[in-house]
């Protein structure tokens, strides 16, 4: 049977923007409950992007979704705590947890500073795991969940100046593996939504509309440019499938293949 979204508490990271603030959109509107969770508040504005905190819980609300917000650093183990204390204070537990909050430092792999990969590893690995490590055991004993991490098709190629995106995607995904092959099989599904086109998100307009369309684009052009929305119906699709689908990354043209959106 397809998992039911209807009446779910879903903790989405990364929320405030982009692909995580969209597919917060689709499981609210889905009948879930959010627990939207990003850096920016209304005290803490981001420099160059649009976006906060209490404006999406703002924006569910217009559209009747219950929502509530942490703000929170992902590198940070006690804010990460605090996601996951507030998650059981206010709802019990969590059904679906959407590791969406990504970080990336482009430049020649031995330049970038070793404290900019540990800032990777911490919110791409670390982070989801520590969220996990708080909000799966409840999964677990109600005998259903779902955990779905964003990664990118970054983490397939081997491009100049990515290897800490690439590096740390590519470790998101092998993490997410040893979830279903250690914990699969019990009701919860780990896996993983490998965005492989790029997706026109708040942060991809900055760089097209500052750095041009071959840097935005990497030479690529615009014919498979996919919007943040399509990529939230993507995730919904895969949080949808049932308890024996699990242990997958998978790209937009997968699910496609795979009768999907």
């Not at 160059?48 to 940070?76: N, R």
């Not at 705590?81 to 590791?99: F, K, P």
Request: contains cysteine; negative net charge; aromatic residues 6%.
């Amino acid at each position: 049977m397809p998992f039911s979204i209807d009446g779910s508490v879903a903790v989405v990271t990364g929320a405030t923007r982009g692909i995580g603030r969209q597919i917060a959109f689709r499981l609210g509107r889905s009948g879930a409950k959010l627990v939207v969770v990003g850096r920016t508040g209304a005290d803490h504005p981001d420099a160059l992007l649009p976006g906060s905190l209490p404006e999406v819980v703002a924006a569910l609300a217009e559209e009747g979704i219950e929502a509530c917000s942490v703000q929170a650093d992902l590198t940070s183990s006690d804010d990460i705590a605090r996601i996951v204390a507030d998650t059981l204070e206010w709802h019990g537990g969590c059904d679906i947890l959407v590791n969406n909050a990504a970080y990336t430092s482009n430049g020649p792999i031995i330049e970038v500073p070793w404290a900019r990969w540990e800032k990777g590893f911490r919110v791409q690995v670390v982070g989801p795991m520590q969220l996990c490590q708080g909000l799966v055991p409840k999964m677990l004993e109600r005998g259903t969940g779902r955990v779905l991490s964003v990664s990118s098709g970054a983490s397939l190629s081997l491009s100049h100046n990515l290897a800490l995106y690439s590096t740390t995607k590519q470790a998101m995904e092998r993490w997410s593996e040893y979830m279903h092959l250690e914990l699969g099989g019990q009701g919860v599904t780990f896996n993983v939504l490998r965005v492989d086109s790029i997706v026109s998100t708040e942060g991809w307009w900055h760089v097209y509309n500052t750095q041009g369309e071959d840097i935005a684009t990497g030479g690529n052009g615009l014919d498979t440019l996919q919007t943040p929305e399509y990529a939230a119906t993507c995730a919904e699709w895969m949080i949808r499938q049932p308890d024996d689908w699990s242990g997958h990354s998978t790209g937009f043209k997968d699910i496609e293949a795979l009768g999907g959106p």
